[in-house]
Each structure stands twice: as structure tokens, then as C-alpha cells.
């Protein structure tokens, strides 16, 4: 712009501007190869596609580093109370450098090391603060890094388990917490009635067994789905619509507008409506969407909230003053027997505590357990070195196996194989 009159004004400066244009063409066209580009982004906010996840791209590297106080004024965050004292900013003064945190983001938040009064973590976890550091290839790019982990406890609750893992070459960072501890007999039903802001700022654990429901508004999240978090209740209902809104592929982008807006059978006759139209299933999409935008922004009060977890890992706070449980009206918590599915899908119907030594299908297929003076645990004897013994053995498993098959209603017989 304006380099015509550059010419004229300033020909030693528009010489290098030409230049510079010249060799931003070139570059431009592919003419110019190989070139490095680098974005600097105080921000963070810039991203360069890696085309050949998920391995890593060699000719890409990301670097972070701590904003100095000069780039948190650019992109307008405060500077610090000796700052503003001072009416500008010393790059050589410590006090007026913005504070960095130390470690992985997050986990001293978690644990309550550093945090306010009346903050979210600040008394959330006590007991053991240790944090063990485990060596662990990063998932994303395959770098060696650190998986750190500490187990610490929530008053009137449980032992809790924190994991967290930071790569300093791609910058990939995760966080989760579990429930520590056995198994309990019982799942739990935890149900809260929300009734106005202070309600949204309890803290909440959900765990990834758990499942999430408000009935006013026909929401049920199943278990598995958003995994481990920890936050406050308005802060776990942000990510469930995060995820159903902005993370849904079908429902955002070109793929909802060349996809699922229209769909056969939503017009007249059942044929394919006309263009601009939303079918009708994505209809009733957008209208759920709305009715938790107003419980996420807090437009609608009372409603219900539940987690019914079956391993009675989640749990949600106590009201601001409540020392007791008993004396949360609004919160309640009921113990419930775990259906035979629910077992199933955990692994907790498969789990053999007693006798381990031999599986419990030992049992079933009529082998005896017996107990010799030389070995301190029973055990069940499969295998004789009596070869009639041996052969007794083989046909009460064939026997077993046959009554197995004839239950399941299968015609396949399985074949005895003599010898020990």
C-alpha cells in the first residue's frame, strides 16, 4: 500500500520493501523451499496442523515460555500492584514480573497447596500432599516425561488418587483424578437440589464411573463419558455442554450444514424438505441446547442434579457453613446394590478374592481342593500322577464342559484327551 508514493518519498526504504515482497512471493508460489516459519503468540492461541498424527512431525516444534509483564499488559491483563504503584513496568524488577506457576497446572490447585480462603481447592484435600513422579512416554508425540501422582483425601469422604502428566515437547497435558481405596459393597445415588447461585459454586468430584442426570431438562450423561473431573457444579454442567456442543463434530461446522440440517422424511410425503430447513432431529437438538444454556447460566432454578455412581467415587460439597452432612437439607446420599450388569461392565463379578491360587472355575468343574503338610496354602488338585487318577480327573472336566455346552443349547461336543 502506498509503495508508489514510497518510491518517490523514501527510495531507499521501498527498494527493501520490494525486495522483502519479492521473496514473500517466491516463498508464496513454493518457489522459495526450504523456509522456517515462526508464530510467537504471547496469547497462545496460535496452531500450525500436524499432518501426520498421531506421530510426530519432525519439521514441527512447540515451545512455551512465560510472558513477561509487558506482554500480559498487551493482551490486557494486569500488571502487578508494584506496577501500578510505579506507573510502569521494570522488566529488571521482580516485583514487577507477574507470578508463574510452578509444575503442572492444576494439581496444586487441587491439592489446596498456595490457595485462598474460600477458593475452590484451598481446603478441599488434606493428608499426604507427597507427589510421585513416574517416567512415562508422552501419548501424543511419544517423549519421555514424567506422570506425576499423589494420594491424598477429601474431608468426609475418601481417599482420592491425582494424576497428572505435562510434555514439554508438544505441550499435550491431561489431568484426572480416581477413588482410592477397595471396591465398596454398595454404589451411591447422589442427589443435590440447586436452588440459586451459591448451589452452583459447590465443589464437585465426578468420577468416570458416574453417571450425570437432571430430569428437568431430560439430561442423562451415562458413565464413562466425561471422565474424572473435579470443579464446581457449574463448572461440570459447562463441560457437558462443551463437549455435546462444541466438541460434536455433527453438530457444528460443515458437517451440520451439509449433513444433518435436512433429512429424509422431514418434509411433506416424506421426502427430503427444502434447502436452509433444520430436519427435525436436529431441531429437538438445539431446543435441548437452550434449555441447558439457562441452567449453565443459571436462567432456571430449582433443578435437580444426580450422580449415580456405581464404584462411589464421586461426591459433591457441603453448603457454605455446613459442618455435618445431616445438616445439608438439599443434599442427599443413598447407598444402593450395583445390578449384575453394572458388575459385569466393572469387572467386579470376574474379581476372585478368596482361593486366587486357582481359579473359582475349578470349583464348578468338580476338581478337589486339598492341603498337604508341606505347602502352607490349599490348593486345588487338577493333574494326578496316578494315571487312573489322571484319567478320573480328565472325564469329570468332560463331564462338566458337556453339561455346559448342552445348557447353551450348542450341538459341538468337546473331545476327552487321554494321558495326564
Do not use: W
Not at 504503584?85 to 521482580?94: L, R, V
Amino acid at each position: 500500500m502506498h509503495q508508489d508514493a514510497r518510491r518517490e518519498q523514501q527510495p531507499e526504504l521501498a527498494a527493501a520493501l520490494d525486495g522483502v515482497l519479492a521473496d514473500l512471493t517466491m516463498v508464496a508460489a513454493g518457489m522459495t523451499l526450504p523456509f522456517t516459519l515462526v508464530l510467537s503468540d504471547p496469547a497462545g492461541n496460535c496452531f500450525v496442523e500436524n499432518p501426520h498424527l498421531p506421530k510426530r512431525d519432525v519439521n514441527l516444534r512447540v515451545r512455551r515460555y512465560d510472558r513477561t509483564a509487558k506482554q500480559d499488559l498487551d493482551i490486557g491483563l494486569q500488571p502487578t500492584a508494584a506496577a501500578r504503584e510505579a506507573g510502569y513496568i521494570d522488566e529488571d524488577n521482580a516485583e514487577h514480573k507477574p507470578h508463574v506457576d510452578q509444575g503442572v497446572e492444576g494439581i496444586e490447585a487441587l491439592m489446596g497447596v498456595g490457595g485462598k480462603e474460600g477458593t475452590l481447592g484451598s481446603e478441599a484435600f488434606s493428608g499426604n500432599r507427597e507427589v510421585m513422579r513416574f517416567p512415562m512416554a508422552c501419548p501424543h508425540c511419544g517423549t519421555e516425561g514424567e506422570q506425576l501422582m499423589c494420594v491424598t483425601d477429601i474431608p468426609n469422604f475418601k481417599d482420592v488418587v491425582i494424576m497428572a502428566y505435562d510434555c514439554e515437547n508438544c505441550g499435550y497435558r491431561t489431568n484426572e483424578i480416581k477413588g482410592g481405596g477397595a471396591i465398596p459393597e454398595k454404589g451411591k445415588i447422589i442427589t443435590l437440589r440447586v436452588l440459586g447461585p451459591e448451589d452452583m459454586r459447590r465443589e464437585c468430584l465426578k468420577s468416570d464411573s458416574a453417571a450425570i442426570m437432571i430430569p428437568e431438562i431430560e439430561l442423562e450423561v451415562t458413565a464413562g463419558s466425561l471422565g474424572g473431573v473435579y470443579t464446581t457444579v457449574e463448572g461440570m454442567l459447562q463441560k457437558i455442554r462443551h463437549r455435546l456442543v462444541e466438541d460434536n463434530p455433527m453438530m457444528a461446522g460443515d458437517s451440520a450444514v451439509k449433513v444433518h440440517e435436512t433429512e429424509e422424511g422431514d418434509g411433506e410425503d416424506g421426502k427430503v424438505p427444502p434447502a436452509g430447513s433444520v430436519s427435525k432431529r436436529r431441531q429437538l437438538f438445539l431446543e435441548f441446547v437452550d434449555k441447558l444454556d439457562k441452567v449453565v447460566n443459571g436462567e432456571l432454578f430449582p433443578f435437580t442434579l444426580t450422580l449415580k455412581d456405581a464404584l462411589a467415587n464421586s461426591f459433591i460439597g457441603l453448603a457454605a457453613g455446613c459442618t455435618d452432612p445431616k445438616e445439608d437439607v438439599q443434599l442427599a446420599a443413598e447407598e444402593y446394590v450395583r445390578s449384575q450388569e453394572e458388575d459385569d461392565d466393572f469387572g467386579i463379578a470376574d474379581m476372585v478374592v478368596d482361593d486366587y491360587e486357582m481359579p473359582a472355575q475349578g470349583e464348578r468343574l468338580g476338581l478337589r481342593r486339598e492341603h498337604v503338610e508341606d505347602h502352607p496354602t490349599p490348593f486345588f488338585r487338577g493333574c494326578e500322577d496316578d494315571e487312573a487318577a489322571a484319567q478320573e480327573a480328565q472325564t469329570r472336566i468332560a463331564k462338566a464342559a458337556a453339561e455346559q455346552v448342552e445348557a447353551a443349547g450348542e450341538d459341538a461336543r468337546p473331545k476327552v484327551q487321554d494321558g495326564s
